[in-house]
């Protein structure tokens, strides 16, 4: 009921400003977050952005995004990180519109948000960041096919160690579900990563593989993807939403694994 009310205020131009002067945007994220399995609740909560947005609005969202993704440096400080989760959600839940999400893609949003993913990663581990990373993750889940696979090719290690390590599984298998799509990705997604191990140097986590000598400062996963899947669809206490984008993920990945290792019709001969 408070949604649909909050509807109808930011019909009037006057309403829209007064919500969005105390951050209604906010609040609306926020509980698509939390609520967001509840079909109705979703509905009004879009509903509700559709309202509160303009595309000029979206614009604006997306260019801070941008500046600030690329002002990520070794240090940020929690109000900085909340800023950044604040711009991340809003632009993730907005893309969901129909009207918004061409937007979004086109003003560079879907890069910003891989391009924090990778700088966020990086910095040392904290609940503040740990709560940044959430955030992107799911904003990225959110703009599911809106964007190229390949427009997450730089973060495909970070997202599979955060499939099996995070907290919002219904997001990043979402994302895997989308690089899935994509031939390139396949390696990444069906190697065992058994040469990879975590440690600590000081007061950062590092990755490192015992074949290779590579050590690097952002996640990568240390077992294995696909195992991580099965696990959460045969999962009793796993919800329809994260069982469904697990068979869809599997699935995805079993036709490109058919593209993948089929012959062309020159080698059949």
């Not at 698509?32 to 979703?42: C, D, F, P, V, W």
């Not at 329809?240 to 699935?251: N, P, R």
Request: proline content about 4%; aromatic content about 2%; overall charge negative.
């Amino acid at each position: 009921m408070t949604m649909q009310v909050l509807e109808l205020v930011c019909r009037d131009d006057g309403g829209r400003t007064i919500v969005n002067k105390q951050d209604g945007s906010t609040a609306v994220v926020a509980c698509l977050r939390a609520k967001g399995s509840n079909q109705e609740i979703a509905r009004s909560c879009l509903n509700l952005l559709s309202a509160l947005f303009d595309d000029e609005m979206v614009r604006r969202l997306v260019s801070q995004l941008v500046k600030l993704s690329q002002a990520i440096g070794k240090q940020m400080t929690p109000n900085d990180l909340g800023n950044l989760s604040r711009l991340a959600g809003a632009i993730g839940y907005v893309a969901r519109i129909s009207e918004y999400s061409e937007i979004v893609v086109h003003e560079g949003g879907a890069a910003a948000l891989v391009r924090s993913l990778i700088a966020v990663s990086a910095l040392p581990p904290s609940e503040h960041q740990e709560a940044c990373i959430d955030t992107l993750l799911d904003a990225l889940g959110q703009l599911g096919n809106t964007v190229p696979a390949d427009a997450y090719a730089d973060a495909v290690p970070i997202i599979l160690h955060h499939l099996q390590v995070g907290t919002a599984p219904s997001a990043t298998l979402t994302c895997v579900q989308r690089l899935a799509r994509d031939a390139k990705n396949i390696p990444a997604i069906i190697s065992d990563n058994a040469d990879w191990s975590e440690a600590t140097e000081g007061e950062r986590k590092v990755w490192r593989n015992a074949a290779t000598g590579e050590t690097r400062n952002v996640p990568h996963p240390t077992a294995s993807t696909l195992e991580c899947v099965l696990q959460r669809v045969q999962g009793a206490d796993e919800t329809a939403a994260i069982v469904g984008a697990g068979f869809d993920m599997l699935s995805a990945l079993c036709d490109d694994c058919l593209l993948y290792t089929s012959p062309s019709p020159r080698d059949r001969g």
